[in-house]
């Protein structure tokens, strides 16, 4: 069955941290996609990156960066000296290429709050 | 601005009644999907719809409904509303039909009282 799992419900750490934000999968599939998306106080849904389950490089944009091991069914995300405007809530999702939608199966959900 | 708009932002409605949620996906997308957010379930896939097809069926009640129109715009319909469908919902789009990014509206929130 697939099933996501963010462990980690809320984190708070002080401006200029660093954080990790935990994300585990679990899917049958060979070929899959992982995705991040921000859920910001304003409540709409941003998406951040997208992976599919065959290109396991590590990528980084500005000051976020993501690390997918599909040895341990994870695919981490780091905030790299954390500012205010990064507290949100941060969505971890799964699509199996299987199923042949484009269905999304989230996690819970991990809150930041990042301190001044 | 991820191109996806849905009306209305916010609604207040009794129980028993019936709504219409609206989506318009981003320009050349195909695909069309509803979410369910709320506190106790998080976010709910409920259905998905491909050039104006179904596609696939999540967790959606029998109650809802929902359907995608030739230029591509979708609608949701609950009725006979209940307390505990107050929810966000959200709609998304995507190019084509899995896998891709999907892009979500701002979302309707719905409170049923």
């Known amino acids: 069955a697939q099933k996501v799992t963010q462990a980690q419900t809320e984190i708070s750490v002080v401006e200029k941290e660093d954080v990790t934000l935990d994300c585990v999968y679990e899917?049958?599939?060979?070929?899959?996609?992982l995705f991040w998306y921000k859920q910001p106080p304003s409540g709409e849904l941003v998406f951040l990156i997208r992976r599919n389950s065959f290109d396991e490089q590590n990528e980084i944009s500005g000051r976020y960066s993501w690390n997918f091991q599909k040895s341990t069914s994870s695919f981490n995300f780091t905030i790299t000296a954390s500012q205010v405007v990064d507290s949100a809530v941060y969505f971890c999702a799964l699509s199996e290429a299987q199923s042949n939608t484009g269905k999304l199966i989230f996690g819970q959900g991990t809150t930041l709050q990042v301190k001044p | 601005d991820s191109g996806v708009t849905q009306t209305p932002k916010h609604l207040i409605t009794a129980t028993g009644q019936r709504v219409t949620l609206r989506c318009s996906p981003r320009s050349g997308d195909l695909s069309v999907y509803w979410y369910q957010q709320s506190l106790d379930q998080g976010l709910q896939f409920l259905i998905q719809y491909y050039n104006g097809e179904e596609r696939a069926k999540g967790n959606i009640l029998e109650r809802f409904s929902a359907q995608q129109f030739p230029d591509l715009h979708s609608e949701l319909n609950l009725s006979s509303l209940e307390l505990g469908d107050s929810a966000l919902y959200f709609c998304?789009?995507?190019?084509?039909?899995?896998?891709?990014?999907?892009?979500f509206g701002p979302g309707t929130r719905l409170l049923v009282l």
């Open positions: 899917t049958r599939d060979t070929t899959y996609y």
């Open positions: 998304a789009s995507s190019e084509l039909a899995g896998g891709e990014t999907q892009y």
